[in-house]
Nanobody, 124 residues
Framework: QVHLVESGGGLVQAGGSLRLSCAAS????????MGWFRQVQGKEREFVAG????????AYADSAKGRFTISRDNDKKTVYLQMDVLKPEDTAVYYC?????????????????WGQGTQVTVSS
């Protein structure tokens, strides 16, 4: 497992942008598939985006395609989620996760390391 800490959440107006960061500890960060999930209170946590260990492969939920970009810097042991053209329905707690599976696997069961979450609120 890897220890993960998210940052970058906040309040933004619809149409605006935010960049979330997730800093990891440990020596083997580049071996981990990293993902971003989000959760609205009272609803299940849902997949947003995933990226393979070396960054060659990315996957996105339909709701994120064309607006969000996942990336990683293995030297800095950090994964990012650039969110553009934000909508009020993007409001949620966003979680960073690490796992050993394919970034195309959207189940949270594929990830065994989780951050504490960061709140993103998009006002209309």
């Amino acid at each position: 497992q890897v220890h993960l800490v998210e940052s970058g959440g906040g309040l933004v107006q619809a149409g605006g942008s935010l960049r979330l960061s997730c800093a990891a500890s440990g020596r083997t960060f580049s071996r981990y598939t990293m993902g971003w999930f989000r959760q609205v209170q009272g609803k299940e946590r849902e997949f947003v985006a995933g990226i393979s260990g070396l960054g060659a492969t990315t996957a996105y939920a339909d709701s994120a395609k064309g607006r969000f970009t996942i990336s990683r810097d293995n030297d800095k042991k950090t994964v990012y989620l650039q969110m553009d053209v934000l909508k009020p329905e993007d409001t949620a707690v966003y979680y960073c996760a690490g796992g050993s599976g394919s970034p195309y696997v959207r189940s949270e069961l594929a990830y065994d390391s989780w951050g504490q979450g960061t709140q993103v609120t998009v006002s209309s």
